[in-house]
């Protein structure tokens, strides 16, 4: 068995690259599906808090399914297609980088739309 046949995976295998990555990528999906809800409804049933709040979130998840995806990514052995969680690991990396610039961006507006006065929320 040549070296590429002992390192590529089973197709039914969760090894922890594979789990790792799909980890790190779910908790980006949730992190850039939070912070567009809070982008699309700031100001929702509970106030202005819900898009900060969403926010906080995304810019939360973003950033730890980025680091969880650079961490597969450099472990890997192989390349793509190897069972190893390399594919899956920079999709973690991209969806967490729309995460983090997305929960940004939520945060900026809802900073902008804050009552300045402490009013009733």
């Keep these: 068995m040549d070296s590429a046949g002992a390192l590529a995976a089973s197709i039914y295998t969760m090894s922890a690259g594979r789990l790792g990555a799909t980890t790190a990528a779910v908790l980006g999906l949730i992190g850039a599906v939070v912070a567009g809800l809070a982008l699309t409804r700031p100001t929702g049933r509970f106030g202005i808090e819900k898009g900060r709040w969403g926010a906080i979130v995304a810019l939360s998840a973003g950033p730890v399914a980025m680091a969880?995806?650079?961490l597969v990514t450099a472990t890997s052995e192989g390349g793509?297609?190897?069972g190893n969680g390399l594919g899956?690991?920079?999709v973690a990396l991209v969806v967490g980088l729309i995460a983090t610039a997305l929960g940004g961006l939520a945060l900026t507006r809802s900073r902008r739309t804050a009552p300045a006065h402490g009013g009733p929320r």
Excluded: D, E, K, N
Aim: glycine residues 44%.
């Design 80 to 82: 793509l297609g190897t």
């Design 88 to 90: 899956g690991a920079i």
């Design 68 to 70: 969880l995806g650079g």
